[in-house]
């Protein structure tokens, strides 16, 4: 598989190096100021949880590979929920504050496992901020026997509805993370990863 793919613009749906480093600093900065989850809960409205509820409730135990899990947080959820969970990300420094028993540190296009090792791989609010969408797609399918589960932001293939959704991604979310966190310099980079983000259709084209 090609380790990148473009959509209907031409632009590569794989986060740019640059950019990619400059997000992943900016997340490791959240965590670290306790900013991330209010900012996000503020920003899309208190959504975010009831889609991660969701998500979680679709695993029922055994072995889960939480890809881009941050400090753990929702791991730990998982774990309470009776799964084990192998909580990966490539943010060291967020992986120490982590309590979940499994930690790796490792990106989610060059999973550090073989074929068939987890029950469930599910990204979380994390496909957005990979450096290559389609390698960390068929990753996370390599190493998965019974499924992935993807919950993320993606563009609407509506025009009025990618005019209205850009409004809010610029201008709004920007001003709710700020207002619950008192941080807004990084959150301006949401916008920047959800260039990169794929249409759902184009996703489910590549495999997803």
């Known amino acids: 598989m090609s380790t990148e793919f473009s959509g209907s613009s031409g632009r590569t749906l794989g986060l740019p190096p640059s950019v990619w480093l400059r997000v992943e600093s900016a997340l490791q900065s959240l965590f ?5 989850r209010p900012g996000n809960a503020a920003m899309s409205l208190g959504l975010d949880a009831v889609a ?32 084990e969970v192998v909580c990966l990300d490539p943010l060291e420094r967020a992986l120490r504050r982590s309590r979940t028993t499994h930690a790796v540190v490792a990106v989610a296009e060059h999973l550090p496992f073989r074929g068939g090792s987890f029950d469930y791989a599910v990204a979380m609010f994390s496909v957005r901020d990979f450096l290559d969408k389609a390698r960390g797609l068929f990753e996370m399918r390599r190493v998965a026997r019974k499924g992935v589960i993807i919950v993320d932001i993606f563009n609407p293939g509506d025009t009025l509805l990618r005019a209205l959704f850009w409004a809010y991604v610029a201008a709004v979310a920007p001003l709710l993370g700020f207002l619950a966190s008192g941080e807004a310099r990084r959150w301006l980079l949401l916008r920047h990863t959800l260039t990169f983000m794929p249409t759902a259709r184009l996703l489910e084209r590549v495999g997803g």
């Open 32 to 36: 670290e100021l306790g900013a991330y």
């Open 52 to 83: 991660r509820r969701y998500a979680m409730s679709m695993l029922r135990g055994g072995l889960v590979l939480d890809v881009g899990c941050g400090d753990g947080f929702y791991a730990e959820q998982l774990e309470r929920r009776g799964a």
